[in-house]
Antibody, heavy 121, light 111 residues
Framework: EVQVLESGGGLVQPGGSLRLSCAAS????????MSWVRQAPGKGLEWVSG????????YYADSVKGRFTISRDNSKNTLYLQMNSLRAEDTAVYYC??????????????WGQGTLVTVSS | NFMLTQPHSVSESPGKTVTISCTGS????????VQWYQRRPGSAPTTVIY?????PSGVPDRFSGSIDSSSNSASLTISGLKTEDEADYYC??????????FGGGTKLTVL
């Protein structure tokens, strides 16, 4: 059974940093591109970042480019999102999502339950 | 920028059929695959349609997807509506710059 489980969310002050993790199981992790998608309170889904199956190619939304870094450790079946210079508008539930292929053709098939990030003083 | 536009809300009675549209702002919506996601309150999103019209295993055949190139839009159709179908539905696609776009979401009320 495919499972992705996020962790690492919490309360952080503006300008602070946080690292999210997503532990994957039930599939050959390195064969699939992965992504982070967020949903702010009362808002819709917003794509944040993606990474190819090998980890060699990364992609970012303009709203987080230069502040967030996506990475993966295929030996640990884990996806990461390092978030720096956090702003109030980054407050959201962050979802880890698996795609259908190794390359970056973002079609999401499995989603985690999400982890809440709150940026507030 | 490439954008996807959905109606804010739709409502229909149990047993009826409803169609949710997703209109592309530029280029051809048929150029890249469209997916549809369901998000019930308090739950994570789930995929109900991928690659325009394909259903993941476990999704009932009451759900179907289509593309209309003439109107540059995608559609999600749910037939035989059930109260459990009440949720927010999002379309999603991507563009040639590898950027991902979600529609704004459509709240489906089954009353």
């Amino acid at each position: 059974e495919v499972q992705v489980l996020e962790s690492g969310g919490g309360l952080v002050q503006p300008g602070g940093s946080l690292r999210l993790s997503c532990a994957a199981s039930g599939f050959t992790f390195s064969n699939y591109a992965m992504s982070w998608v967020r949903q702010a309170p009362g808002k819709g889904l917003e794509w944040v970042s993606g990474v190819s199956g090998s980890g060699g190619s990364t992609y970012y939304a303009d709203s987080v480019k230069g502040r967030f870094t996506i990475s993966r450790d295929n030996s640990k079946n884990t996806l990461y999102l390092q978030m720096n210079s956090l702003r109030a508008e980054d407050t959201a539930v962050y979802y880890c999502a698996k795609t259908l292929s190794s390359g970056w053709y973002p079609r999401f098939d499995y989603w985690g339950q999400g982890t809440l990030v709150t940026v507030s003083s | 920028n490439f954008m996807l536009t959905q109606p804010h809300s739709v409502s229909e009675s149990p047993g009826k059929t409803v169609t949710i549209s997703c209109t592309g702002s530029s280029g051809s919506i048929a150029s890249n695959y469209v997916q549809w996601y369901q998000r019930r309150p308090g739950s994570a999103p789930t995929t109900v349609i991928y690659e325009d019209d394909r259903r993941p295993s476990g999704v009932p055949d009451r759900f179907s997807g289509s593309i209309d190139s003439s109107s540059n839009s995608a559609s999600l159709t749910i037939s035989g509506l059930k109260t459990e179908d009440e949720a927010d539905y999002y379309c999603q696609s991507y563009d040639s710059s590898s950027s991902v776009e979600f529609g704004g979401g459509t709240k489906l009320t089954v009353l």
